[in-house]
Structures are given as structure tokens and as C-alpha cells.
């Protein structure tokens, strides 16, 4: 499999927004994929490339509970965690509405990165809860959102697009 860290800016981000999409829903078609990648603002993006991305990304089908076949990360090839990797390394993306923000983290390093933000304590945030790849951060005031959302990227150095 192809290290997709030597990929174009722009395949990055198609990469990032497919791994989110195919964790947060369950997908039946490389076709319901394809839409919701144009609806998060990648026009004109083809089922090739979208099937180009699932084979980068190692995304494979499996049976979900009601015997559909659907697309998901192949557990198989999840890093185990590791402590020396570099904090911006471990976040994929965040994003925020008006009342919250969501860090996505590659698998395994949701729960570092809430504690790398517990232990700094910025006054701002209410509080966070963590999974295994993602973060969900209260800010204190939802009036300030976004500025909590700037906060959270400056800590942990991200250098990202942030929705």
C-alpha cells in the first residue's frame, strides 16, 4: 500500500475527507461515497478516483449488523499507537459548528490528544470526551467557537484546513 503522505496537498485532503466519511457512515456504493465527497466540496471527483482513494486508505468491505455489505477501515491495517509520534502527525482534521468542535485523529490517538488538551486546561473549553479517533471538544462559550477551535489548532500545531 502506498504511503499517501507523498500524495498532492489535494489528494491529502480527498484521502482525509474519505477516511471521516467512510468512519462517521456506512456506505453500500463507491457511488454514495462519490456524493458525499462532492457535497464536502470536491467537484468533479470521479469513481475512479474515489476507488483510487479506498485502495490508498486500505478500506475494505464487511458485513454490518443487518448483513450488508458496507465499507469500512480494515482493522488489520491500524497502526498501534505510538508514543513518538509527532502530535500533528496523530490529528487528521479539525472542524467546528456554532456549539462544538471535532478533532478526527488517525485510529488509536483520540484519547492522547484529549489528554494533551486536559492537561493544558485552556479556560475556554467546558470539556472533552474522546474515543479512539476523534475528539469532541465544548468550548465554555459557544459564542466562541471558532476562536476555541484556533486555540485547540495552535496547541497542538495544526497547520490545516479547519471547516
Known amino acids: ?15 482525509a475527507a474519505c477516511r471521516r466519511l467512510v468512519t462517521e457512515k456506512s456506505y453500500l456504493s463507491q457511488e454514495a461515497i462519490r456524493r458525499d465527497l462532492q457535497r464536502h466540496g470536491f467537484d468533479g471527483i470521479s469513481q475512479s478516483t474515489v476507488s483510487r482513494l479506498l485502495k490508498l486508505l486500505g478500506i475494505i468491505k464487511i458485513r454490518n449488523a443487518k448483513g450488508q455489505r458496507i465499507y469500512a477501515l480494515n482493522p488489520q491495517l491500524r497502526p ?10 496523530m490529528v487528521l482534521n479539525v472542524e467546528h459548528n456554532r456549539e462544538f468542535i471535532l478533532i478526527h485523529t488517525a485510529a488509536g490517538y483520540g484519547r492522547a490528544v484529549a489528554r494533551i488538551l486536559d492537561y493544558h486546561a485552556l479556560p475556554e473549553i467546558l470539556g472533552v470526551v474522546a474515543g ?32
Open 1 to 15: 500500500m502506498k504511503d499517501y503522505r507523498d500524495c498532492s496537498t489535494r489528494e491529502q485532503q480527498q484521502l
Open 80 to 89: 498501534a499507537p505510538d508514543a513518538t509520534r509527532c502530535l500533528s502527525d
Open 132 to 163: 479512539s479517533s476523534i475528539v469532541w471538544v465544548a468550548p465554555r462559550d459557544v459564542q466562541r467557537t471558532a476562536q476555541v477551535r484556533n486555540r485547540v489548532n495552535h496547541l497542538l500545531k495544526m497547520h490545516i484546513y479547519a471547516k
